[in-house]
């Protein structure tokens, strides 16, 4: 049987299908050749870098080595150029350690110029090569490492001082821009008290500023707007000081303002106008300030010299109780004690019935043996009876009181004493009572009225009102004793006349302050920087006054100042002239001043004194004393005391 033949159809798809086989095994051929050829060079790659990454030394061909004096090359240059952030620096290929920078400026010159050569370098890291040169590489890479430290801690300095600087320059313009700009929009508000009321005050000046400026139109609604905001905002400030006595709704007037302003600060106008505006109402308000100053000043004078409504009554009420008396009641009777040079002996001139009587109790409190206590109290004829009234409904313990009227002091008349010559006579009392424009204009503090009374006066006379005595203790009527007086009369004066405290410290002045050194009498006999002292408690002896004729050397100078040339009216200056060289100075402790007219005198000393005093306009008896010092002077007090709840004496 014949052999059958294939069909053509089958021998078509057999060949087909070998085809197709063929096609697969070139397509795995070519995918493996393909992942060999990026795998292959992938996996050279990862492990030399993961051995540069772990610092490990790369030896997979005889390249890597001049590869890494290239790269070392590229720091050296690199850090030659001061590139302080160097060492923060990611390396590219290999360990970068070890080397030592060169000592130049130009790229150029490190590439080209190494201070070790090439073969020491790849020596490095051959452990083959000697030990001298393994010990260049640990000395190269220590000071490369310290030059990196330096470095990185120079640069840290520098930005800290940069820092510092930076935030100093903040501040100062922070704060340099809340003063300027606290007129336009309020800002931080600072715990003063009166902190709205001046930023509102300084409004009130720029809106009128502004509103007067040539180059903003007149009838603009910007400017009648300001107009209106200055009128609403001067009758909120209306006799307000503090933010507390604001008007409600205060604040939003006053951002309101701030709002305006600032819209005509952008408006384009001549800022020499305004300057020149401003500088107008600068003089403005200085002249007021000055205007006010001496209004103020007027006023402090005036108040110091008013009597007190309750002081009036209390001595008007005194008086016509005294009235009541018998003729043979109305003295306090003379006593032994009077003259007793054993006792201690005070002297009082005043006409201030209440003022005389907190002297006389705080002394009389104090003392450690109140019945060897003498007072010695001269007033005029108007307040004599209620002083004689008050002292014998309220006797002082058991110290003795007397009590005189210096219009009864025969001896002391015009033809004696100059100082009376002198009140008589009509330059003085034009001077005092005479009102035109030298009156307004001359300081007010030396016409006061106290001058023309013999009382301010009588301090200069002590032995003629006290001849038998040997030492006295002169009190002002402003004083509080605070402590017991007895050691005073056993402080030795050294043959001085008056035991003082004397005033040339901080506070207190010297003899040019009081005396007129264009005068050639004071020229010639004192130096301005004399050190003065204070009246108001001052132990006298008596005994060397009558040795030395102190009333004496009084009177001549007196004489010389008939026409007020050497000093103005008043006591000290007289008083530091007569007793000039024979003045012995006290302990500060005895004598604190200042409390008339210093709210910040030292409270530590005031409760360490044995005196203080009230010296000034400000008196702890007149509403415009220190309230603060009022409760050492009032302490001395009664005030549930029948006669001064009559008067309306109220208690502070």
């Not at 009140?423 to 016409?447: G, H, I, P, Q």
């Not at 409270?603 to 220190?626: D, F, Q, R, S, T």
Request: with cysteine; proline share 5%; hydrophobic share 35%.
């Amino acid at each position: 049987m014949a052999p059958t033949q294939p069909r053509r159809g089958a021998v078509a798809g057999t060949s087909q299908r070998v085809s197709s086989r063929n096609w697969r095994i070139h397509v795995v051929i070519w995918t493996v050749i393909i992942l060999i050829s990026v795998v292959g060079p992938s996996y050279f790659l990862t492990e030399r870098a993961g051995k540069f990454l772990t610092g490990q030394p790369n030896s997979l061909d005889g390249s890597s080595d001049e590869f890494q004096v290239e790269e070392r090359r590229r720091r050296i240059a690199m850090m030659q150029m001061g590139d302080v952030q160097l060492a923060k620096e990611k390396p590219v290929h290999g360990d970068l350690t070890g080397i030592s920078p060169l000592q130049g400026t130009d790229e150029k010159d490190a590439v080209n110029v190494s201070i070790i050569d090439e073969d020491k370098v790849v020596s490095l890291l051959d452990p083959s090569k000697s030990q001298s040169e393994g010990q260049i590489y640990d000395d190269n890479k220590s000071r490369v490492q310290d030059a990196e430290q330096i470095a990185l801690e120079d640069s840290s300095r520098a930005y800290q001082q940069e820092t510092v600087e930076f935030k100093k320059m903040e501040s100062e313009a922070v704060g340099k821009a809340s003063v300027v700009d606290y007129v336009w929009r309020r800002g931080l508000q600072p715990p003063n008290s009166d902190h709205n009321v001046r930023i509102m005050r300084d409004q009130l000046m720029m809106a009128r500023a502004f509103s007067s400026m040539d180059g903003i139109p007149r009838d603009s609604r910007l400017v009648r707007d300001l107009k209106y905001r200055l009128k609403e905002n001067l009758k909120a400030l209306e006799d307000v000081t503090y933010d507390s006595e604001l008007p409600r709704g205060s604040e939003d007037k006053m951002k309101a303002m701030a709002r305006l302003l600032s819209k005509v600060r952008d408006l384009r106008y001549d800022d020499k106008v305004l300057v020149k505006r401003l500088k107008s109402m600068l003089e403005t308000s200085e002249y007021q300030l000055h205007h006010h100053k001496k209004q103020s000043n007027f006023l402090s004078q005036l108040a110091a010299k008013t009597v007190p409504k309750s002081l009036h009554c209390l001595s008007m009420r005194l008086t016509v109780s005294y009235n009541g008396f018998r003729p043979e009641e109305k003295d306090f009777p003379a006593t032994p004690e009077l003259e007793d040079n054993s006792l201690f002996h005070y002297a009082i001139f005043s006409d201030n019935v209440l003022a005389v009587s907190v002297v006389v109790n705080s002394t009389v409190v104090n003392a450690k043996e109140p019945e060897k206590h003498v007072f010695h109290i001269v007033t005029d004829t108007l307040n004599y009876g209620a002083m004689v009234m008050w002292f014998r409904a309220n006797p002082p313990g058991r110290a003795t009181i007397q009590v005189q009227n210096v219009d009864t002091f025969q001896w002391l008349n015009s033809s004696y004493s100059p100082v009376l010559k002198q009140l008589e006579t009509e330059s003085m009392k034009a001077y005092f009572f005479k009102s035109d424009k030298e009156r307004v204009s001359a300081n007010l503090k030396y016409r006061n009225p106290k001058y023309l009374s013999m009382l301010n006066h009588l301090r200069f006379y002590l032995p003629e009102m006290f001849p038998t005595l040997d030492k006295i203790l002169f009190l002002d009527d402003d004083v509080v004793v605070m402590k017991d007086l007895t050691p005073l009369w056993s402080v030795d004066l050294k043959a001085k006349v008056n035991g003082a405290v004397e005033t040339c410290g901080k506070t207190f002045h010297r003899f040019d302050r009081y005396l007129n050194f264009s005068n050639p009498h004071i020229r010639r006999n004192f130096s301005p920087r004399d050190c003065g002292w204070a009246y108001g408690m001052n132990i006298f002896d008596l005994k060397e006054w009558k040795k030395r004729d102190i009333t004496g050397i009084y009177h001549k100078w007196q004489n010389l100042n008939a026409n007020r040339t050497l000093w103005k009216l008043g006591t000290l200056p007289p008083g530091l002239i007569t007793f000039y060289n024979l003045t012995h100075p006290l302990s500060k402790s005895w004598h604190v001043l200042g409390l008339g007219y210093n709210p910040d005198t030292d409270v530590k000393a005031i409760e360490a004194a044995a005196v203080v005093h009230y010296n000034g306009n400000m008196k702890p008896w007149l509403e415009i004393g220190i309230s603060k010092f009022k409760p050492y002077w009032s302490k001395y007090i009664k005030y549930d005391h029948p006669w001064l709840q009559q008067c309306n004496f109220i208690s502070d």
